[in-house]
């Protein structure tokens, strides 16, 4: 899986200075990579900064020139953190030049480069982002017009994209045909915009006009203009609305907070638990918990605090010998379990070891009882498009049922949510999700040849 | 108020290295002081280490030997940030060493100085630390015996001070007569600790066996002794339950987080509102909303998501021409609150510029009423003892009453829980409360003067 | 002059691993490039560190494991400093991978580039490097086998370069048909080595076997191999004797040191003087200003003394207001120059600026005269083959006589080196140097017609 | 010798903001101490600024207002690094504040520690200059005027001592009765200076007036002023002549140059050699090796190139497995040096370790015979008064005689110049030098006794 990208995106046209609102745009993107962080701007050239780091690491005393530009901010994936693959990627051919940003995974990486070394191509970098670029390039070259290369170009194209091209001062937004990626249109008077996520939208305080449609090419000129690429079945990707976004986003019409408070919803009334009290797994299990309680009409508390420090800074100190596991991380609050019997609410399980630690925690802390519910249902399969999951083995769901699973972490009961609830909450017709990691359907042919070999 | 300490301290004797336990303590009570941070031990001498900086940045790659040693962190407070103000703070004098932390605020520093330099003492930092370490020195040197001398100086000292000491390899634990600042008692096997906070116990996987006592000298030797210094009327600092501590922390016997979630109920039952959505302002508000609808029967809900990279590391942007305002760090879920009639709960109302700026950002993305509660009474009076609050003159409730509040900050409705209701929540008597910030009634009368020039 | 490269590179295939042997090399050429360094080693695929620094400070904790590796330092020239003009760069394409590092500059940049991209090529960077590589890819991808495919890459390269490439385990070094860079060949027990200067194989103790050849492709594989480019006049840059590299190394055969007093012992001979002493403009001028002391008879002294701790790391304090000059990097020694008349020899004047601050100095000092002789022929032409030189308009001797100049920096008389003198002090045929920068006399043929637009 | 001092300070009093000034004095004397670096000013208050690193690392970005400061660079001794010995020290007391800069070594520190503590004194820090400033304080106190007790206050002090004072605006500067280690008095316009060596009053474009004299107090305020504390035999250190103060200064009316150079001279009239050339070690050497040639008649020549970027910045690479020894910091010449017999310069040899190491390396490439000269007779006995040499054990010169010596670092022949020959080159009358480390005649008797242990 190398080359894999999971990040965030950013756009902006503008009749003024542009580079504080893309600032503020991946600074409120900055759930979606921490790794490095990228912005171009076009100011009769384009003007590139990018290094690994936080945005605010990244671009401390820094400014750059001109009212369009594009931004990037990537994730942590262990291994290809050489710098040559942070983004924007800025490309000079025949044609002149463009900044290229992306957000996704593509599956035919191999045979794409493949063919195209085989035509002569050459690659400075290890990313699906230099492919894509140079694709563009080539069929811009053979085709004489830049959206006409673009559109061929993305078409050969398979996996996952979210992009955003900066060419002169235009914005050329593309999502892929299945629109596995979130991607948003926004607007503030006369400027354009385009993110990963609605978050920055409001960051900049812009309107949400639309999602980027499966396919489309949005391009942001003196005018607005949209184009089709081809037609695929759209396959949202679940785990964005689960886990993946921030909840006060809005991706393809759904409020991802709604869907993750429903799920909790479903969950109660599919899965109840006699209890006293209804905890998440903070951060990320927080919505859900507080929609299983109102559901449930079981109360509803906080019953362990995490350290807002831990992170990225959090470094073992030096000759450390115990096992930190989730203390430093995670503190029950005894007044509060003391007795109870607890619905621990989840996001999801992959391999099981922190809740099971967290189950041992609350119980040293006295919890009577702890009834694990899970948002997701079992997450079984490899994800091909960008989310960076556990290798297959590692899942404990695809070895062990729901009462092994349930033995190994020491949970009173557990259950999931199952696959139709999770449509349910998430409200979008089930085809038009990716479903994979717990279905094992791939919406691309290729994966499910892998996933049988 | 120059001096001015807002921090943690710790201490440990064990069998064993103690500097990893003290890392993971000062670790979990970060949230007392990111300024600075510093660790000695003892090892046939005193080893010191200590810096500005995070608890993981300053003790990165480092590691100090001994079975005893203290921590402590520091608050930041502009201006007197100079490194020499780092503690612990090492002293030499004619008996030898010892380290000292200190938590806490004196209100007769002038004093102090005034008659030790008078004696002709002389003082190479500017806090108050050095004047409790010089007079404990001068005691004992007077007196012959330690702990003695510990006791004689403290008598002399009046205002809020918990301190930790490491004379050789035993620890002394101080805490004032009015026991403003709290300081616990706890152990694992044969080792035991001081803390500020019980969660420090936690984060060591130790049982909190008591509070330190008012006006008690803890003597952590080969043997457990405790001595008693002069009485006061106790005076717990109520703001450690309503916004400084840990949720997870037990002070004085009163779990934090019960307090907080006590203030949301009695808000709800004294001041209720028609709503249909109780939010917090994150993360100080939380557990008092989750109290707010519990007793109110009115859904709790998530109406705003905090940036969880907001922080030390915010940088406005270079040329940053807008008022970035709360919008960078806070931002509302549209679908959660659009049309309803919302409950904000805020630990408490200093300037309200903030809580003004919510409101708008909340009306804006589509709430039809916001009514505003507060955990804390309207904070007045400036705090002598260690807490930074704003100068007289910024307290919004100094110079207008609750309507002209509720006009200022464009609320729908404004409560504040009064004080009666703040000590019920509390749950000790009122007397053993310092109250001083919301009643005026300081429990040392230097201060009454000092309001009253 | 975009894309231009001062810089050095190594190389090294040995039967144990290479890293610390190229960090030394590195090290040993640092004054040939300070703003960045790059290490690629093959241990079954290829290993890449670089960053922006100086060799300790980018290879801190760094470790690269391989039996052969390339390297390569920077130089700083403003503007071009992105990351990813860093060396050495790495190539993918249908043959597979590898590492090339640079040192030098093409004069026919512009149209291989044109050509390359009329052809389709993309660039993702904006160093000659990518295109060097790229052609060598396209030209073995064409050919079929490697080595081919370097000889007929570089047969159309245009300029100055000498190449180390990391093909698998072996190292490839070419040098140009001009010669115009420096390039040796040395060798301890069973490794080999190519490194930019001969100082590199004493920092490694390897013995310099000789200079790569003009026009020479060596294969270090397991046997040595050469070939052969095209042919063209051989143009050794004088530049090196004279300045640019360290005086131990040894360029084509000759010594740099031997040069430089050459030059200086020359000078006495053409251009005397009467004076008490002869003193250097440190560190460039010491050598020669010993073979002035030499030849004349006339007394060598040091006369200005150099902070050893200017350079990279001086900044000019916040809020200067006063022209620093060289006061802060040279002071003179009064007793030494009080009442003398002196010879100040240098290793060339270019805008004339400094030497004329230094002459009012070694005044205000108390010298009484101030004789400047020059190792180097007046300089009047830009240098198109990698040294950095200023635009011709601030070349003081394109528009000043001799007599002019020394009027202008105040000396009492002034002379320079011939052009013959330096062939002389050089000793190889004046047709084998590049003289470019003081006769005009351009090896390829394009930059005289630049010269005459 | 714990708190050993190895420093610079330097003070202004002008009518024009001085931070500027001192930041080009403490640079220009950065060779006295690169392990931190304070400056304090005076404006209504005292301004604070210091930290570890070299002076342009701990002023970036730093401005402190005022007329007058003063300001101190502190030398790398191993384990006392803790930034609160840094200078300079503020001290508070009954009579205000003062800031204290101090370059010296006090040998009776324990009985002056002693006998405060015994008084009732407590210390913050490990330093001398906590001793010296709490001194001054009490005998301020005890005697009502400030200079009075500054007076009185150094009559207690025994050992080296250049202090620099700044009390309000004014600046006292005080020189211990040995007049150990130098201090100088500058001036500029209405400006006034001390400095510890006069290359920083000529990196501030200052006079030197003349040294401060043995057991002076200069006031420099509205008026200068002089005091005297008490006489002692007048004992400047020899070593700071002949390897520690920049060859640019001069001391007590000495200039550091003329005397190395008259070294070499002696050494080439007392110790002559047939030889081809005479080489010097850098740095250090140099001076010497030219009056050697001078005297001596031989050629003068660079044998051995110095990394410029070798110091401070490096670091061992990972992993690193072989002796690095002397080569990656010195390299040979061949072509100057091959079938040549050498007279080889150096300042001193302490260990004999080093010279071993380039003998060596000098005979690899080709040296017929290496003849070593010794500008420093041998060096016996430890400093007490703050050059930081090795223990007693370490010199090579107490155990061997000059024969031996030679045999073990393989030299052909060995010399050294005399103690005469020292005072000689000096010129200053021999009871006027401390001489202590090379005749064992300690100018203060306490450490005859510790010798004689």
Redesign the interface.
Known sequence: MAGREKCAVFGVRSDK?V??SI??AL??M??RG?EAAGIATYNSGIN?HR?EG????V?????LEGNAGVGHVRYSTSGSS???NAQP??????KGSFALAHNGNLVNTEEL??QM??R???????SDT?II??LI??EH?RLGDFIEGVKQAVNQLKGSYSLVILKGDNIIAVRDPWAFKPLVLGKLDDSFYVASES?AL??V?AELVRDVRAGEIVVIGDTLQSYRTRKERKCHCMFEYVYFA???S?IDGV?V??VR?KLGEILAREAPAEADLVVAVP?SG??AA?GY??ASGI????GL?K???F?R???L??????D?GV??KL??????IKGKKLVLVDDSIVRGTTVKRIINLLRDFGAAEVHVRVSCPPVKNPCYYGIDMQTPEEFIAQKKGVEDIRKEIGADSLAYNTIDSLVEAIGLPAENLCLACVNGSYPIKEEQLKLNV
Chains 1, 2, 3, 4 share one sequence.
């Open positions: 200075p580079f504080e600032y503020y600074y409120s900055q759930h921490q590139l290094d936080l945005v605010c690491e671009f401390k005393g820094v400014f050489d710098v040559e990627l800025v490309i000079n051919y025949a480069k493949h070394e085989s002569g191509s050459v690659f400075i970098t290890t230099e670029a140079q390039a080539q070259l978050c409001d960051a305080n921030r909840p006060d809005v409020s907070y709604g408070r951060d927080i919505t507080i309680s109102r109360l509803y508390g906080e605090i350290n807002r420090y992170g800074t959090f470094i100190p030096k000759q450390a010998e115990r930190v203390r430093i503190n029950p609050i005894r007044s509060e």
